[in-house]
């Protein structure tokens, strides 16, 4: 009898399908049952080869080799997938075998891990395409049911391989001719660069050089006490203002002159005046529903939530709890058809669980805003992410918990009534001055019951005229008048929250959800792709997480500015990589063609590599505007790469002339134009903030020159939040288990690990050694959930798990294991020809008494070409001399 081969893009989903359909018998690596056969990948098995595969020529990194363009793209199995390669190779060999279904996550990251499998192992056989919305039981069944061919995603999968080898041409070439031209000699780290990253990184150091490059400015607020029928308070502001480009500072309520402000006070302290107000209705209409880039704003709003711990924990409760619809997607609505199982599911949460009240509510006054919901038009590959209807158990715990509490609040409130609120406006004259009083009143909570968010917000205005929407000419009399000295702040650093929507929105900074719409087509990345994003800019160093706060680094500043001096826009351009995102769109639609699409990658990477090899230095940093005098010699200062000098004198030797530099990187902030310009002016600067500590701890300090000495003088009581490398969980205080070595404890969380309770309890006063069993919460930028932990303290091992990342960037998979010292170790999954390979940390060692084996290194240069290379560097001083100013 023929059977079908599945292949899915993880073990938990075999495990969930063959659940599912019954009737299957497990053997090694897969699973079989009259009908089909099913396996897993382990996400991508198989990778495009490195530039050193296709060529040795390409090992050593020299900008003569670039740029690289393969004729064709050939793919390679990756390190530790051996096992997983063979198993499905020896399936697809299979004579019963005459069909293959992509199980697959139902996206275009799926639909890669899938075709690069296939293509890799050069089999041909008739594929049929699973799309499942849902992991629960009933929706694998309709999926296996309702299964599509698989050609009709062909487009969906060129689209996938195009977006793989742009990012290989650009990330290949850019990342090795970036680090030949900015690599210093004593960095380590190669200047990576990317077709998402780096405009990604652009709009960071964006707002972060505009946060340089702003000077506190003191100004005075003027709040008055007012007492008519009854006591409230106004703030001054002057109804003629209008705002100027060149005063950004500026505002309605602000007064720049403290003068005029101690005036005004005076002259409206104790006087009386007339108030008059406008109260209108506002409806506040409930909000859609999420797609993952909302849900991400959201959790990080709300919950301090990295993008990357919010998509985990959506995926988690997709794959593993089943009360989740698919979360990698895009749309915030639902298809037309789907009605009848949105209200089986309202009927299921009006029975059980913890949302009865709620969904019994709105069963009884009929659901709102249905219309904008179910919209076929608004759907993409998968609709809004809700609940399934599935009513979670005890197993649902912690961040899983909180995520699931978040999207089923947001199921409910999307279909019901909007909030009324009362807007009150009120102006009150005194002695020829203006004060401005608002208030918004919460008069029915509407959807807001369901979050919980009936707060009033402002202080409660009473109408002026008891009954009346309108009033003018009440008398109101000023009290007290209050002047508050402030001083200008430079604009919020970006938040992972708003990093998500200026992502989605190509840069732009857009609040309207429906302009939005038009434009997160046009986005950097997708909905699947943006917590990597912004993990990887993190691990490269390019930015570093500060509170919700993202700040990009010194290195990333110095990127973005080297690509824009040497006019590689495009790559540091939002819009413009937001435009290649459409064409990724418009290949899954059909409307352009993957050879269309390369060949403009291949111009465009062609275009980057020249420019970024045949860039000067002296036409980055020209001499065309000084800085200031420099303090030592009194020549002017110029920008150069790494630091600010004074200009050099081609009639002095380099070593005589004078020292003079500021270096760009000043304890972990960026020494910008304006910065230093005022340090050569005034030779001190007002408070600044943005220095770190090498521990990481943020502080603010002012800078003094003394000579040509610069001193960092920090302020007493400005240590603010720590950068953080190490994301902290919230604490479920039930134990996971036995210590598994210390028999008489018990295995608990910390925000950061999993410890012996021993060790806690030692910490707190008791000398004895400590347990030395700890697993960390966060392993290689990948979260170990609960269920992974208890598991590795149950059996001293975890499962094969995925999405590891290593220290040069790359995903792996691995098994943990526990080892003597209490620590974990990482067991890789196993290489052709030998058994499963461990890495312990340990030093390989000698036995004492052997000898080691003596090579011959052959030389890699002749005697004769060793001396011409002298001579050459003897006959170019010049050389020597420009890498020294730049």
């Not at 989903?13 to 053997?27: K, S, Y």
């Not at 199980?103 to 056989?125: N, P, Q, T």
């Not at 008398?475 to 650093?493: C, D, G, N, Y």
């Not at 160093?541 to 500043?557: D, N, Q």
Request: charged share 30%; net charge positive.
């Amino acid at each position: 009898m023929s059977k079908a081969l599945v292949i899915t893009e993880k073990p938990s989903v075999a495990r969930d399908i063959v659940a599912a359909l019954g009737g299957f018998r497990e053997h090694d690596g897969f699973w079989e049952s009259d009908r089909t056969v099913v396996t897993f990948s382990v996400g991508h098995i198989v990778e495009l080869l490195a530039p050193e595969d296709i060529d040795p020529v390409y090992k050593r990194w020299t900008l003569d080799t670039l740029p690289i363009l393969p004729k064709e793209f050939k793919l390679k199995q990756k390190a530790g997938a051996a096992e997983r390669v063979r198993t499905i190779k020896k399936l697809l060999k299979r004579r019963d075998i005459d069909r293959i279904i992509n199980a697959c996550d139902a996206g275009r990251e799926g639909e890669l891990i899938f075709r690069e499998i296939l293509e890799f192992l050069g089999d041909s056989k008739p594929v049929q395409r699973l799309w499942l919305q849902s992991m629960t039981a009933n929706a694998i069944r309709s999926g296996f049911e309702q299964l599509e061919p698989g050609e009709l995603y062909d487009n969906l999968g060129a689209a996938a391989a195009c977006r793989s080898r742009a990012d290989w041409l650009i990330g290949m070439n850019a990342t090795r001719a970036l680090t030949r031209r900015l690599k210093g000699r004593r960095e380590r780290t190669a200047w990576s660069a990317g077709r998402v990253q780096t405009p990604t990184l652009a709009i960071l150091v964006g707002r972060e050089l505009e946060i340089l490059a702003h000077l506190p400015r003191p100004y005075w607020r003027l709040e008055a006490r007012f007492q008519a029928n009854h006591e409230y308070a106004g703030i001054w502001f002057d109804p003629g203002f209008q705002a100027q480009k060149d005063q950004p500072d500026a505002a309605d309520d602000r007064i720049f002159d403290e003068h005029r402000a101690l005036s005004i006070a005076n002259a409206v302290e104790g006087q009386t005046g007339t108030a008059r107000e406008t109260r209108k209705p506002s409806r506040e209409t409930a909000p859609p529903l999420f797609d993952m880039t909302s849900l991400q704003r959201e959790a990080n709003g709300r919950l301090g939530w990295s993008a990357k711990r919010t998509l985990n924990s959506a995926q988690r409760c997709y794959e593993i709890h089943k009360v989740l619809t698919y979360p990698r997607t895009d749309s915030r609505c639902l298809p037309s058809d789907y009605r009848p199982t949105v209200d089986q599911i309202l009927q299921t949460f009006a029975q059980r669980g913890a949302f009865r009240a709620e969904a019994r509510q709105l069963i009884k006054q009929g659901m709102q805003n249905t219309g904008r919901t179910f919209d076929d038009s608004k759907i993409s590959d998968h609709f809004a992410i809700i609940p399934t209807g599935h009513v979670p158990g005890a197993t649902l715990k912690g961040d899983d918990a909180r995520l699931f509490d978040v999207v089923a609040r947001r199921f409910l409130a999307t279909f019901y009534p909007p909030a009324i609120w009362t807007r009150v406006e009120r102006v009150t004259e005194v002695a020829g001055h203006s004060f401005r009083s608002r208030s918004r009143t919460l008069d029915e909570p509407g959807w807001r019951t369901v979050l919980g968010q009936t707060e009033q917000e402002d202080q409660v205005l009473p109408a002026l005229v008891p009954g009346q929407a309108e009033a003018e000419g009440v008398q109101a009399r000023s009290l007290e008048v209050e002047t508050q000295a402030e001083k200008t702040k430079p604009p919020p650093r970006i938040t992972e929250a708003r990093l998500l929507s200026l992502m989605e929105n190509a840069g732009r900074y857009i609040d309207d959800d429906d302009l939005a719409d038009v434009l997160h087509e046009k986005g950097i990345g997708t909905a699947a792709t943006r917590a990597d994003i912004i993990e990887n800019l993190l691990l490269k160093s390019y930015v570093v997480r500060i509170g919700k706060a993202l700040r990009p680094t010194v290195k990333g500043i110095r990127l973005v500015d080297v690509l824009r001096r040497i006019h590689v826009d495009r790559l540091a351009s939002p819009e413009l990589t937001g435009e290649m995102e459409y064409e990724l769109r418009e290949i899954e639609r059909g409307h352009i063609t993957a050879k269309e699409f390369l060949e403009k990658m291949v111009d465009y990477t062609t275009k980057i590599v020249e420019r970024t090899r045949e860039f000067g230095y002296d036409e980055l940093y020209p001499n065309d505007e000084a800085l200031g005098p420099c303090p030592g010699c009194g020549k002017p200062v110029y920008e150069r790469s790494w630091f600010y000098r004074c200009k050099e004198d081609p009639n002095v030797d380099p070593d005589q002339d004078c020292d003079f530099r500021l270096w760009k990187d000043k304890a972990g902030r960026y020494m910008d134009r304006g910065t230093v310009r005022l340090l050569l002016e005034k030779h001190e600067t007002p408070v600044l903030d943005g220095f770190m500590y090498q521990d990481g701890r943020t502080y603010s300090a002012s800078l003094m020159l003394e000579g040509k000495e610069l001193k960092l003088v920090p302020l007493e009581g400005s240590v603010g939040e720590r950068a953080i490398d190490t994301p902290e969980y919230e604490v479920d205080d039930t134990p996971l288990g036995p210590c598994p070595r210390d028999h008489g404890s018990e295995i608990v969380e910390t925000p950061t690990h999993y410890v012996c309770k021993s060790t806690i309890e030692r910490a707190e006063g008791d000398a004895s050694k400590p347990c030395p069993f700890t697993f960390p919460r966060t392993v290689c930028h990948r979260e170990m959930t609960r269920t992974e932990a208890e598991h590795y303290v149950k059996h001293k091992r975890t499962e094969m798990l995925e999405e590891f990342i290593s220290k040069r960037g790359r995903p792996f998979s691995a098994t943990l294991f526990l080892k003597e010292n209490g620590r974990h170790g990482f067991e890789f999954a196993q290489r052709t020809g030998g058994g499963r390979r461990k890495a312990t940390g340990k030093k390989t060692t000698r036995k004492k008494g052997t000898t080691r084996k003596k090579t011959t290194r052959r030389k890699a240069t002749t005697p004769k070409k060793v001396a011409a290379k002298v001579v050459r560097r003897k006959a170019t001083p010049k050389a020597s001399k420009r890498r020294t100013s730049s």
